[in-house]
């Protein structure tokens, strides 16, 4: 692996306390010449989903030899083990709590290792918090990946599953894709987890949603101010969309809801 000494991070910390700061601290301590981008740290508590929906869709916009935090870690210092896996020339280092699954269901050839901490006492760590393994045993872990003094067949024992996603996969059928809403963007927005590539084939895209049957156009600005519409978004899933407003707030819906696109074209 040629790293590139880029390290994404991506929790449900928020933006209050200096909980992502300190493990950028741990980081540049470790590597200053790491470079530490913050993916998202506004990811739901205990929302593990979306963390993984995001990563998978965003990590290719990173140079290779990437690393790739990811912290939503509801069972943080009980017996759940840490996963680091090897992919498409990145790493991902996350809890194995189904987080990593929407990457590792479609990850052929991928390599995974559960963390195992008595391998790393060259690393000198202190003893972890029970509540703050982003701290003592993520951010430690991949400065020195980054800083090429640790290696990917030193720190685990290497396995072949992990936890399941906490959600289903697109449901398909003849003329009709059923999915969930995983996320909600800044605007409102209400991104489902249906790619672009399981509806290619419909002539006449019609989501069903919230009971709203919403035509799919191809921007926001092809709907009259206030009106609701489907679209293909720039990370090539359907969302659903308010024009000069949110979708969220005017159907009331959120993550988790169902969503159906139908072919409304008929011969």
Known sequence: MHWSGVITMTTDFGHKGPFAAVMHGVILTRNPAARVVDLAHDIPPQWPPEAGFWISRAYSYFPCGSIHLAIVDPGVGT???????????????????????PLLDRAEGAKIWQLDLQRLA????????????????????????????????????????????????????????????????????????????????????VAQFAGHEIALLTTYGRAKPGAYLALVNSFGVIEIAKAEGSAADGLGMGRGAPIVINDGYSA
Do not use: Q
């Open 79 to 101: 017996e759940r083990e840490i996963l680091v896996v090897e992919y498409d020339g990145h790493v991902f280092i996350a809890p194995d709590n189904g987080l990593l699954a």
């Open 122 to 205: 060259p690393l000198k760590l202190a003893k972890p918090s029970d509540t703050f393994h982003g701290r003592d045993v993520f951010a430690p872990v991949a400065a020195e990946l980054a800083a090429g003094r640790l290696s990917l067949t030193a720190i685990g024992k290497s396995v072949t599953d992990w936890t399941p996603g906490w959600l289903d996969d697109p449901e398909v059928g003849p003329g009709k894709v059923m999915g969930t809403i995983i996320t909600i963007d800044a605007f409102g927005n209400l991104i489902s987890n249906i790619d672009e590539a399981l509806i290619r084939d419909f002539r006449e895209p």
